[in-house]
């Protein structure tokens, strides 16, 4: 097992964290599919409000690779197609039928051997039409794999630091050999399949011990594959690789010995705003309402996805396709009156402005920003936090003048898109979406 260590990134001291217990709640009424945080993907629908689906069978293509199947998490009616602006598809909402959920056959079960033996290409077939092959992503775009490259490794992510996912530890139990069915299969799409896991968790570290590659030490993000990657790459080439989060493994490998589409979810429900933080069991695509359960604040936010990578969601929604934790967070309500001169024991803060950074304690986070955008400062904080070395006050320069040279060099392809160099910033300045639309369109270019 090789050690790999981040120096820099930050840990995020929220109060909310999931009680050790799971609960499993009843099957939810509505599923939905979320073409629109889908990243590169143009949707071609393949079904109308009104149509019957059963569990699998298919919702969308991809228009611009159409081999990449979208399938449905639910069996019944298709219940509502949601647009946003300028006709973006936002939300397939499936409602379930409540006895008797049709499934479709997606070919026919394989175990371990059969899996070793099963031509590259024909496993690689199986998985799109299976509609899990989205879930295998490429780095540095974070885009869907392509079936027709070889890539050079493929990082599975046991990634749990960023506040609150799930631990590797919940949804590995009882699940370790249909895991290492999943290994098998990667290992006939790639060379070489690197696991990396959080040494802080020593326990499911030693526990696991056969499974896993590299042990990673270091705060947020150190156990998120681009950053693994870019502590362990030796050659420009390895840029490629590409990642599977764990429990996304266990849906494909799920698909591999049943035959039938995945949509059993492990989610995290936390955060401060949470009445009840858990872990909850459920359905792919389940609805935000039913998995939040009790809150424990007048006015919540949802977080779909987490407390820094995730995306504002609608109450009435759903969860999307990647996303299997929800964080609750207050909104601010009355702004404080001379905020910067109280001593604030209560309020998270990297700059040390606050009283609470001589604590270590989790603190109540709400979606408070406390000021508004100012002119950089040139503190240099987000460059101490960047867990790939980029310094992101200078590359958001070269994207604002379109030095397109400029950026790439200084590492903007390396960026993983974490959030923090935004969370640390006192002026406020959106640094990390700001690169995140630089890369989004570099890879258009490219395309
Ligand atoms: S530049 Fe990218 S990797 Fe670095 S802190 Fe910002 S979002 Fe994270
Ligand atoms: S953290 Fe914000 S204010 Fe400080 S150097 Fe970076 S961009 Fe400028």
């Known amino acids: 097992m090789i050690s790999v260590r981040t120096a820099k990134g930050y840990d995020l001291p929220i ?12 099957l939810p009424a509505t599923v939905a599919v979320l073409p629109e945080h889908i990243p590169f993907v143009r949707p071609r629908l393949a079904v109308a409000e009104g149509d019957r689906v059963a569990v699998g069978d298919l919702l969308f293509t991809d228009k611009t690779n159409p081999r990449f199947r979208f399938l449905s998490p639910g069996g019944g009616r298709v219940d509502a197609i949601h647009y946003g602006p300028r006709r973006v598809l936002r939300e397939i909402v499936i409602r379930r039928d409540a006895e008797n959920e049709p499934v479709t056959s997606l070919g026919r079960p394989l175990d371990g051997d059969a899996i070793d033996r099963y031509p590259r290409a024909e496993l690689v077939a199986h998985l799109l039409a299976g509609g899990v092959w989205p879930l295998l992503r490429a ?35 009882n699940n370790r050999a249909l895991f290492e069915l999943g290994l098998r299969a990667l290992k006939r799409l790639s060379p070489t399949v690197h ?82 933080p858990r872990y909850v069991a459920s359905r792919m695509g389940a609805p935000i309402k039913d998995l939040a359960g009790e809150i ?70 709400t979606t408070n920003v406390n000021g508004g955008r100012r002119a950089c400062i040139a503190c240099g904080y987000c460059a101490d936090v960047c867990p790939v070395d980029i310094w992101p006050q200078m590359t958001l320069k070269s994207i604002l003048a379109e030095e397109v ?38 890879r258009k270019e490219q395309a």
């Open 405 to 442: 040279e400029e950026y790439l060099a200084q590492g903007l392809l390396d960026c993983v898109e974490c959030g923090l160099c935004t969370y640390v910033c006192p002026s406020k300045i959106e640094l990390a979406a700001t690169l995140q639309a630089a890369k989004h369109a570099h």
């Open 139 to 173: 780095l540095p775009y974070r885009d869907i794999a392509d079936p027709e490259q070889v890539p050079p490794a493929i990082f599975v992510s046991l990634d749990h630091r960023e506040p609150f996912q799930v631990p590797p530890a919940r949804y590995l139990e």
């Open 296 to 365: 424990g604040c007048r006015d919540p936010r949802y977080l779909v996805g987490g407390v820094l990578r995730g995306y504002t969601g609608d109450p009435e929604g759903h969860m999307g396709l990647y996303e299997t934790a929800l964080a609750v967070l207050p909104e601010p309500g009355d702004v404080d009156f001379l905020t910067l001169f109280r001593p604030g024991p209560n309020k998270p803060t990297y700059s040390r402005t606050f009283l609470s950074a001589l604590r270590r304690a989790p603190l109540p986070m």
């Open 15 to 26: 109060q909310g964290a999931p009680l050790e217990t799971s609960q499993t709640i009843a």
């Open 195 to 276: 696991v990396h896991a959080d040494a802080a968790d020593r326990a499911f570290c030693e526990a696991h011990q056969e499974l896993i590659t590299h042990r990673v030490q270091g705060r947020y993000p150190a156990d998120d594959p681009g950053v693994v990657l870019f502590q362990v790459r030796r050659s420009p080439e390895e840029n490629t690789a590409w990642f599977i989060d764990g429990q996304d493994l266990l849906l494909m490998a799920q698909l591999l010995q049943s035959g039938a589409y995945p949509t059993a979810r492990l989610f995290a429900v936390a955060g401060t705003g949470a009445a009840a």
